[in-house]
Antibody, heavy 118, light 110 residues
């Protein structure tokens, strides 16, 4: 099970940290990703991290602004969002990969909503 | 840049068989596996097909996937009203080291 939190209202240029708490599996053994969905739009992969956190991956649209990390002792995935833009407004889902990042993401959490407005 | 192209909409009547296509616009992902997701209104995406054609446990065998060359397809047979949802294909781009999702297909059961 995956449960996201940390969403909310953020001003353009502001920062926000999302969290995703995992349960029911050995978190440290699995790659994880963040995928977002703007209102009425399709799915947009944001970032991924390998099991153990040695490798991280980012969509070009968020490189240099977002940082993915994990704390395996807390079974928690994070997404630090800096210099947030209007286009970052979306529901953010965390998802577990089938061990490796290149394998399909499933299951997904219920999502947390990020709203960007001044 | 990798692109997965899906038709924006599809429709069928109960009991019919419908097919949703997913065309890969980049050779970067032509050799990788395609996954398919179903997203019901207000819900998180749910995996339907992985590795082009494999169904996870619990997914009805009415759903099937295939891939040939640079195109993949999701077929739904015995269409039901509860199949009305958005469907997405996805693949890992080994060159860009990123996941790519298709734009999604809204399935309407008439």
């Amino acid at each position: 099970q995956l449960s996201e939190s940390g969403g909310g209202l953020v001003q353009p240029g502001g920062s926000l940290r999302l969290s995703c708490v995992a349960s029911g599996f050995n978190f440290g053994n699995y790659a994880m990703s963040w995928v977002r969905q703007a209102p009425g739009k399709g799915l947009d992969w944001v970032s991924g991290i390998s099991g153990g956190g040695t490798q991280t991956y980012y969509a070009d649209s968020v490189k240099g602004r977002f940082t993915i990390s994990r704390d395996d002792s807390k079974s928690t995935l994070y997404l630090q969002m800096n210099n947030v833009r209007a286009g970052d407004a979306a529901v953010y889902y965390c998802a577990r990969h089938n061990v490796y990042t290149a394998n399909w993401p499933d299951p997904w959490g219920q999502g947390t909503l990020v709203t960007v407005s001044s | 840049q990798s692109v997965l192209t899906q038709p924006p909409s599809a429709s069928g009547t109960p009991g019919q068989r419908v097919t949703i296509s997913c065309s890969e616009g980049s050779s970067n992902i032509a050799s990788t596996s395609v996954s398919w997701y179903q997203q019901l209104p207000g819900a998180a995406p749910k995996l339907l097909i992985c590795n082009n054609h494999q169904r996870p446990s619990g997914v009805p065998d009415r759903f099937s996937g295939s891939k040939s060359g640079t195109s993949a397809s999701l077929a739904i047979s015995g269409l039901r009203s509860e199949d009305e949802a958005d469907y997405y294909c996805a693949a890992w781009d080994y060159s860009m080291l990123a996941w790519v999702f298709g734009g999604g297909t809204k399935l309407t059961v008439l």
